[in-house]
């Protein structure tokens, strides 16, 4: 049972604890993450309705309007966030930590860049 649990605490950690990163990581999916998180810093501090379809809404918007690539930026994200390439989708995800964590987050991995 010890290896089952190991396994499932694995796959949430990331709701439970900030994530350890390094700028090789941050940067896998960008040749300017820190461009990256500045955006999406900007947008979550703006934003008041934190909720799943809001958020959905903006943060797609935004990088579209923009003419941004969806991959290079929502994969940035995702690493910063949960410290993993693979997850659920990130926008459930920070909508569940919520805006304050969310914005730690991205503050954190802004200062490792």
Do not use: W
């Not at 990163?21 to 820190?34: F, R, V």
């Not at 903006?58 to 690539?69: G, Q």
């Not at 290079?72 to 805006?99: A, D, H, Q």
Request: net charge negative.
């Amino acid at each position: 049972m010890g290896n089952i649990s190991a396994y499932f605490n694995n796959l949430v950690d990331y709701f439970l604890q900030c994530p350890n990163l390094d700028s090789i990581l941050i940067g896998k999916y960008s040749a300017n993450p820190k461009e990256v998180l500045k955006f999406f810093l900007q947008l979550i501090e703006e934003i008041d309705d934190f909720s799943f379809s809001n958020l959905d809404e903006l943060l797609h918007t935004r990088v579209k309007e923009n003419s941004l690539s969806m991959k290079e930026y929502f994969m940035t994200l995702r690493i910063c966030i949960t410290g993993e390439i693979v997850t659920p989708p990130i926008i459930e995800i920070i909508s569940i930590l919520g805006k304050e964590e969310t914005i730690n987050r991205l503050k954190k991995s802004l200062s490792l860049l």
